[in-house]
């Protein structure tokens, strides 16, 4: 508890017991009859002695109701004091945790009852246990009326010796699911996922069965989806494992396992088993993990099946494609810087040679130190060339429409030097090795450019490293580039 919310507890009894002691001290003493002497009194006339007797009979009960107060109100202090020493300060050092709620409340209600007791014995001579068992009547109203209180109160503290679940994990109860809260003598509090808040009462809790996934532990999660069966396992499950590498909030190990779920009546049902990093946003990385099999799906030619069990005649519709025709793929290379000097024929064969891929935002295109064996053109979109840096990635370069990447691996035959990762939606050309040894047989000065594009992101690369003299690199691959496609 912060020392600010402890003021705030602490004003009202603080103020209380200022105003009892003051009505105490000023205002219950003008209650007092007149001293008398037992001769005084008899001497009296009789009205005058039952009059006496009535204003000594209130001023007791003025003063012992004022007392009960002021002592009730210390009291009240008292037990926040210790309540606050007890669970702020020495709780927190020895368990290095916050004290659970319903410790507190236990607390609280053990200390006003023996507060109680104390009271009754003193003022009244009554015993609170006597009062209790000799009443069998008043035993059973109260039974009755704390029946759901009390059921609630034991269930609690079996919660908490049992401990099924703690602050901060994610529980299913019912038809509620969400992050634990607080859980007090009463009730466990749950956040849902629309950032609602559940109470789930503690004898509901003891009755039905929880589902617990601590905030601690790897989580999994299931999402399903289907494929034609015309695609094969093999394929299917291969393009999808590669899609969701890399998505957020999916754990890198256990590393998703992706499976046939059912063999269904119209289509292969699969399902992806992921561990989630933050089990919270299951919604958001579901739904990330479905765009990601979307947009791999397009760019592998597989399809999800439709949901039909009789016959299925459809007539063949031009499929609008992302994918842009002959025509337009021409005008995109030859707008690119390293094909400019290519003829009509030549650009138009390039074009017919290459591949369209659509990507996703975020999503990878080229891995650091994976074989490659093709250049891309980026024909929408943008891309973003990342190095890891300390073990985090770092942009040192972003392409776009026109511009291309992937060529120093092909061309020299080294491993990807960099990540090429999809800034937006990006829609990219491949082109492969056997084209690109066409186009350099019928021009080879092609390969100095090449080079000296190499040669500079190389530089770029190494942010500090000593790259010597660029023209001496770019002569270097410049030979090794003609090396790699066999010509002299
Ligand atoms: P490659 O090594 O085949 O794969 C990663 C690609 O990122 C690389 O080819 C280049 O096309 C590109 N790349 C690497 N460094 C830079 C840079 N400094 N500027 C622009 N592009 C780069």
Not at 380 to 399: E, F, K, S, Y
Not at 456 to 484: M, N, P, Q, W, Y
């Amino acid at each position: 508890m912060s020392s600010s919310r402890l003021k705030k507890q602490l004003l009202w009894p603080l103020l209380a017991t200022a105003l009892f002691a003051l009505l105490l001290y000023l205002l219950v003493p003008a209650f007092a009859p007149h001293a008398l002497s037992v001769e005084q009194l008899r001497a009296l006339p009789e009205l005058q002695q039952a009059q006496h007797a009535r204003d000594a009979a209130v001023y007791f009960w003025v003063n012992t109701l004022t007392k009960i107060a002021l002592l009730l109100s210390l009291m009240f202090v008292a037990v926040r004091l210790l309540g606050a020493f007890f669970f702020d300060l020495i709780f927190p050092i020895r368990k290095g945790r916050e004290a659970p709620s319903l410790i507190r409340d236990l607390f609280s209600i053990v200390a006003y009852i023996l507060i109680i007791a104390f009271i009754l014995k003193h003022y009244f001579a009554l015993s609170l246990g006597a009062l209790l068992s000799g009443s069998a009547l008043l035993g059973v109203i109260l039974g009755l009326a704390l029946q759901d209180t009390l059921g609630n109160l034991f269930s609690g503290i079996s919660l908490h010796a049992d401990k099924p679940f703690e602050v901060g994990d994610f529980i299913t109860i019912g038809r509620h699911a969400g992050v634990v809260e607080s859980v007090t003598w009463r009730a466990a509090k749950i956040r849902t996922l629309n950032n609602h808040v559940v109470l789930v009462s503690n004898s509901q809790i003891a009755k039905e069965s929880i589902e617990v996934a601590p905030r601690d532990n790897a989580n999994a999660r299931l999402v399903f989806f289907n494929a034609l069966y015309s695609h094969s396992p093999t394929k299917v499950i291969q393009v999808v494992r590669d899609a969701i590498r890399e998505t957020e909030n999916v754990r890198r190990a256990p590393a998703p396992v992706i499976r046939i779920r059912n063999l269904g009546d119209f289509a292969v049902d699969y399902e992806i088993k992921y561990w989630a990093e933050d089990y919270v946003l299951q919604n958001d990385t579901d739904a990330l993990l479905r765009q990601r099999i979307w947009y791999a799906f397009k760019r592998a030619g597989l399809s999800f099946a439709y949901p039909t069990q009789t016959l299925y005649i459809e007539r063949p519709t031009p499929v609008a494609s992302l994918a842009a025709d002959e025509e337009t793929l021409t005008g995109r290379l030859s707008a690119t810087g390293l094909f400019a000097p290519l003829n009509a024929d030549e650009l138009s064969q390039l074009a017919c040679a290459s591949r369209s891929h659509t990507y996703a935002p975020g999503e990878t295109i080229i891995r650091a130190g994976d074989k490659g064996d093709s250049m891309f053109v980026v024909h929408h979109g943008h891309v973003a060339v990342q190095i890891t840096d300390n073990g985090q990635p770092r942009t040192v370069a972003t392409l776009g429409e026109g511009d291309f990447f992937g060529e120093m691996a092909l061309f020299t035959g080294e491993p990807r030097s960099a990540h090429v990762v999809a800034a937006e939606e990006t829609e990219v050309l491949e082109i492969g090795h056997e084209a690109m040894k066409h186009i350099f047989d019928t021009n080879p000065h092609l390969a100095e450019s090449l080079g000296e594009t190499i040669a500079s992101r190389r530089a770029g690369l190494a942010a500090s490293a000593e790259t010597g003299d660029k023209k001496e690199v770019s002569a270097g691959l410049i030979s090794s580039i003609k090396r790699f496609f066999g010509l002299d």
